[in-house]
């Protein structure tokens, strides 16, 4: 008799820029489990967080830089079990929820030595638990 069983992916570091220029592009190729980790520099995007189990890590809170350029969200979380460590996060736009970081419909998500600054709001949360 034949047995088949499944084969999962071990988690991995995706590291920015080395192996995507943007964050938003490494979280993107990114999978349950995996790690992106950012090195120093300023990178200017809004960074959406979708997948659950995703580590988002920078080098250094105080120059690995995520700026929003004045526009929108810094870092929008809908997703679980996940932790964003070591930023600066800044510039978010000036609308009612616009802040460095906005946790929607989140569970169990853990931030860390990070700086928030210039932003409308620092930290958001909605139907979300758990989180510190």
Do not use: R
């Not at 659950?52 to 120059?63: H, V």
């Not at 800044?90 to 932003?119: A, E, M, P, R």
């Amino acid at each position: 008799m034949l047995s088949v069983s499944p084969v999962l992916a071990a988690p991995v570091v995706i590291v920015v820029p080395d192996d995507y220029a943007s964050i938003q592009e490494a979280i993107n190729h990114s999978g349950s489990g995996d790690t992106v980790f950012v090195k120093s520099g300023t990178y200017t995007e809004n960074v959406v967080i979708d997948k659950d189990n995703l580590m988002l890590i920078g080098e250094s809170k105080e120059t690995t830089i995520i700026d929003a350029n004045g526009t929108g969200i810094v870092v929008y979380v809908e997703a679980n079990n996940s932790e964003i460590s070591n930023f600066t996060l800044q510039n978010s736009g000036s609308s009612l929820v616009d802040s460095g970081i906005y946790l929607n419909n989140s569970c169990n998500v853990f931030l860390s030595d990070n700086k928030l600054q210039w932003n409308h709001l620092g930290i958001y949360v909605s139907s979300s638990s758990n989180c510190v």
